[in-house]
């Protein structure tokens, strides 16, 4: 997909400051509003703010926003973004283009940040239709892609896009029905920061408990490779416990209750919360939320405020939750996600 380019997702530049991206080895090009990407997140406004405008475009020390971020003990190797060269410079030409260089990001992963960029609203429905159109690989490409963002979204900090992330994922697992596979565990579990990947592990874990107490014909296959991850990964048998201890807990179903299926507040009076979790359950604002309305949602016009809060059990909240005070830096090595497969 590259909805970068297509006219009916990004517009005309005519008349914008636009700014180029780079992303990953090929440095594949976008070409970007730059209020618009300045104004996503603190991320891109740091790092657009500290290229030199054409005017002063003397450039001491160089690299600004990389200096700046190292004297603030951001953490960590080397910085995701890079500034690089005025294209002028490197061209020789007038373009006044300024670039900016995220080297070890995916670039198809970036497609679909450029798709959530100009189209919040139609995020989802965007997605919907592409799917329609793709092959099987087509769709396990985007699966993986959508990880991909959403652990982007940790490292710039951008809640909005990581939950957008996640309720894509939760849709395309839902439509094909996939399982929670040992790969994707071990992926999670392995090779990801654990901050980064705090939302995405609670999911899979949910998914895990759900495939293996659901399915008399899947927990026998899986029972071997899952023994063999929870010795791999303690951090994983923790969780996975701690969610079954949860589930316990609120008298959930865990045979039942499919972390594919994402409830809005208003549908959680029905008998649909035993057989779904509440859409807010993996988002960044789990723990503000409630039962209410997803902010997003409130957002983007997309849904009226609950007139009401529902009594019941607290199914998916442990009450110390603090992960909206998580303060996430950016950083820069995230090759593991090079050679990702979920499959
Ligand atoms: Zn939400």
């Given at each position: 997909?590259?909805?970068?380019?297509?006219?009916?997702?990004?517009?005309?530049?005519?008349?914008?400051?636009?700014?180029?991206?780079?992303?990953?080895?090929?440095?594949?090009?976008?070409?970007?509003?730059?209020?618009?990407?300045?104004?996503?997140?603190?991320?891109?406004?740091?790092?657009?703010?500290?290229?030199?405008?054409?005017?002063?475009?003397?450039?001491?020390?160089?690299?600004?926003?990389?200096?700046?971020?190292?004297?603030?003990?951001?953490?960590?190797?080397?910085?995701?973004?890079?500034?690089?060269?005025?294209?002028?410079?490197?061209?020789?030409?007038?373009?006044?283009?300024?670039?900016?260089?995220?080297?070890?990001?995916?670039?198809?992963?970036?497609?679909?940040?450029?798709?959530?960029?100009?189209?919040?609203?139609?995020?989802?429905?965007?997605?919907?239709?592409?799917?329609?159109?793709?092959?099987?690989d087509e769709c396990r490409s985007l699966r993986t892609n959508l990880v991909r963002l959403h652990l982007f979204a940790a490292v710039i900090d951008l809640p909005a896009l990581q939950d957008a992330a996640m309720d894509a994922l939760q849709d395309l697992y839902?439509?094909?029905?996939?399982?929670?596979?040992?790969?994707?565990?071990?992926?999670?579990?392995?090779?990801?920061?654990?901050?980064?990947?705090?939302?995405?592990?609670?999911?899979?874990?949910?998914?895990?408990?759900?495939?293996?107490?659901?399915?008399?014909?899947?927990?026998?296959?899986?029972?071997?490779?899952?023994?063999?991850?929870?010795?791999?990964?303690?951090?994983?048998?923790?969780?996975?416990?701690?969610?079954?201890?949860?589930?316990?807990?609120?008298?959930?179903?865990?045979?039942?209750?499919?972390?594919?299926?994402?409830?809005?507040?208003?549908?959680?009076?029905?008998?649909?919360?035993?057989?779904?979790?509440?859409?807010?359950?993996?988002?960044?604002?789990?723990?503000?939320?409630?039962?209410?309305?997803?902010?997003?949602?409130?957002?983007?016009?997309?849904?009226?405020?609950?007139?009401?809060?529902?009594?019941?059990?607290?199914?998916?909240?442990?009450?110390?939750?603090?992960?909206?005070?998580?303060?996430?830096?950016?950083?820069?090595?995230?090759?593991?996600?090079?050679?990702?497969?979920?499959?």
């Amino acid at each position: 997909m590259r909805w970068s380019t297509e006219k009916a997702v990004v517009g005309s530049l005519e008349g914008c400051e636009t700014v180029k991206v780079l992303v990953g080895d090929e440095q594949r090009e976008f070409t970007l509003r730059r209020e618009l990407l300045r104004d996503s997140c603190a991320f891109f406004k740091t790092h657009l703010d500290s290229i030199p405008s054409p005017s002063s475009a003397s450039c001491p020390g160089n690299g600004g926003g990389t200096d700046s971020e190292a004297r603030e003990g951001k953490q960590q190797q080397q910085q995701q973004g890079q500034e690089a060269e005025k294209a002028e410079e490197a061209e020789g030409d007038e373009d006044e283009d300024t670039v900016l260089w995220l080297p070890n990001e995916a670039a198809d992963m970036f497609e679909i940040f450029v798709l959530w960029l100009y189209q919040r609203k139609r995020f989802a429905s965007f997605l919907d239709h592409a799917i329609h159109a793709m092959t099987p690989d087509e769709c396990r490409s985007l699966r993986t892609n959508l990880v991909r963002l959403h652990l982007f979204a940790a490292v710039i900090d951008l809640p909005a896009l990581q939950d957008a992330a996640m309720d894509a994922l939760q849709d395309l697992y839902l439509r094909f029905d996939w399982d929670m596979s040992p790969r994707f565990l071990a992926f999670l579990y392995g090779d990801c920061d654990a901050q980064h990947a705090v939302r995405l592990r609670k999911w899979a874990v949910a998914m895990l408990a759900w495939t293996l107490h659901g399915g008399a014909d899947k927990a026998p296959a899986l029972a071997g490779p899952v023994d063999r991850l929870f010795a791999a990964y303690p951090d994983l048998r923790a969780d996975y416990q701690m969610h079954l201890h949860k589930m316990a807990q609120s008298r959930a179903d865990v045979r039942i209750k499919n972390p594919q299926l994402r409830l809005p507040a208003n549908r959680l009076r029905s008998g649909e919360r035993y057989f779904g979790f509440r859409q807010c359950t993996f988002h960044s604002h789990r723990a503000t939320v409630g039962e209410g309305t997803c902010p997003h949602a409130l957002a983007l016009g997309l849904s009226h405020p609950a007139a009401h809060r529902w009594d019941g059990e607290e199914v998916e909240s442990d009450g110390s939750d603090a992960d909206h005070a998580i303060i996430i830096s950016p950083v820069g090595d995230l090759s593991e996600r090079s050679y990702l497969d979920l499959s």
